[in-house]
């Protein structure tokens, strides 16, 4: 890895990243021009989502949940995704009978299938926590998400992007994330989501218990995303990089 990176950070060279937090670390770590680094952010799906028809299987509506605040965790199954964290977090706000929690993401390897194991168990009898875990096809990621009031993000380990983020704002579902890596550099606070101030079980509760109050308008959110992160933001990004002399 150190050699590849050797020869593939040059001086010379022009460079794209997906997040401002990239782009910090090739100047710091390579020492390259920040003039020579460009960002487009992770571009949303809209082109393929619109196309893709919401299945009643997969939707988070129920009777039993129907008037709760419906907040999604969707993303692989690991610690580093948070998922043991976010489960202390349903713990300590479970009783009160205002949120539906919705659990779902794929769990590959022993560590991760076990995981998986240890919170279906853990919630295999209570009727606010639905967990889905598995593949999830575009159908059933749209259905989840469109039906959802949030989906949550809270990694705990730096990552550069997420594709999830724009796929949950491109259907205009707001994004509740930690302050960490480049994960919040798309969020406008309490405007399309939640900046979560320290990625602790306590500030994650006392953030949810502010959801009550959140108002916002999924097309708005909708519109928005589009316009920075569609298509054709996405071409007239790079077409800009590619006509700089």
């Not at 919401?54 to 129920?62: E, M, P």
């Not at 983020?165 to 798309?186: D, S, W």
Request: aromatic share 12%; hydrophobic share 35%; with cysteine.
């Amino acid at each position: 890895i150190y050699i590849s990176e050797k020869y593939y950070f040059n001086k010379g060279n022009r460079y794209i990243c997906l997040s401002e937090y990239s782009k910090n670390i090739i100047i710091k770590h390579h020492k390259i021009n920040p003039d020579n680094i460009y960002i487009i952010h992770h571009p949303n799906f809209n082109k393929v989502y619109n196309k893709v028809l919401i299945d009643g299987r997969f939707t988070t509506d129920n009777s039993a949940n129907i008037d709760k605040i419906k907040i999604l965790y969707m993303s692989r199954v690991a610690r580093s995704n948070g998922l043991e964290l976010f489960s202390n977090v349903i713990d300590e706000l479970i009783d009160d009978d205002l949120y539906h929690f919705i659990l779902a993401g794929n769990a590959k390897g022993v560590r991760a299938k076990t995981l998986r194991k240890k919170i279906e168990k853990k919630y295999k009898n209570r009727i606010n926590v639905t967990c889905v875990f598995g593949f999830y096809s575009e159908e059933k990621a749209k259905s989840l998400i469109t039906t959802s009031d949030y989906v949550v993000l809270p990694y705990e380990y730096a990552i550069a992007q997420s594709g999830l983020r724009q796929l949950a704002l491109g259907l205009g579902t707001p994004v509740i994330v930690n302050r960490i890596g480049g994960l919040y550099e798309n969020i406008l606070n309490w405007e399309n989501g939640i900046i979560v101030k320290k990625n602790t079980v306590e500030e994650w509760v006392n953030t949810l218990k502010l959801l009550s109050t959140f108002k916002y308008d999924r097309d708005k959110i909708k519109k928005v995303n589009e316009y920075k992160y569609g298509e054709k933001a996405t071409i007239i990004s790079f077409n800009n990089i590619f006509s700089i002399e």
